[in-house]
């Protein structure tokens, strides 16, 4: 299967050489390039795209505001057909790698990726894997606890409602940033039975990765910033 990306940042040189290394890949094709995020969200109306990498700032439209409106309907819940977008940063920790998260990415990587890990985390998003570890998360969150929202005041067992007792368990797991592995041995389940338990409430609360999972159990004040397991 061919992995259709484009490529989106106003440094044409970057595109470049992003175009070059994925143009050598079997498996990948480069559908479009936009030099910005309004530019990109017009080209998705035409243009059939599986992956985008994206960069954060943009003029006219930025990486964030791009990000939102191809991974968001107006109400705030997740596009299911949306493509996977990849955030690309200079710094690790970004706020705005950050926001995009919460906008809807599936993960950020650094611009000055090796080049074969920038391939290996296209065909991770693509296979509906996420790029960014939970744990990276929820440091970012223990950084910028400060400009973000204050969580949802309802109480956050509304934001589970769907889920079984034994689901809640291991959400809340995933949501402090436990691997399938670190989950089993808590629970003393098996990984593959973790491992289906993670698809299910994935599918059930709408979230397309584990990175996400820890953005909703922030915002419904499921764990605190600078919490400790």
Avoid: W
């Amino acid at each position: 299967m061919t992995i259709r990306v484009m490529l989106v940042d106003d440094q044409e040189l970057l595109r470049t050489g992003f175009r070059m290394i994925l143009q050598s890949q079997g498996d990948i094709e480069i559908a479009a390039e936009a030099g910005d995020g309004a530019q990109a969200v017009e080209l998705l109306r035409r243009t059939e795209v599986d992956v985008i990498l994206m960069d954060v700032r943009m003029p006219r439209l930025d990486g964030v505001q791009a990000t939102r409106r191809i991974c968001l309907a107006e109400d705030g819940s997740p596009l299911p057909n949306a493509p996977h977008v990849l955030i690309l940063t200079t710094f690790d920790l970004d706020e705005y790698a950050f926001a995009a998260l919460k906008a809807g990415a599936s993960g950020f990587l650094l611009k000055d990726v090796p080049p074969t890990e920038l391939v290996a985390a296209i065909r991770a998003v693509h296979g509906g894997d996420a790029v960014v570890a939970p744990t990276t998360t929820r440091r970012m969150i223990d950084r910028f606890a400060e400009v973000l929202p204050t969580p949802h005041s309802s109480p956050g067992s509304n934001a589970l409602g769907p889920l079984t007792e034994r689901e809640r368990e291991v959400f809340l797991l995933v949501a402090q940033g436990l691997s399938n592995g670190e989950i089993a041995a808590r629970l003393v389940l098996s990984e593959a039975t973790v491992k289906t338990h993670v698809g299910r409430i994935l599918a059930k609360l709408g979230l397309r990765d584990r990175v996400q999972a820890v953005v909703l159990a922030y915002e419904a004040g499921l764990i605190r910033a600078g919490a400790t397991d």
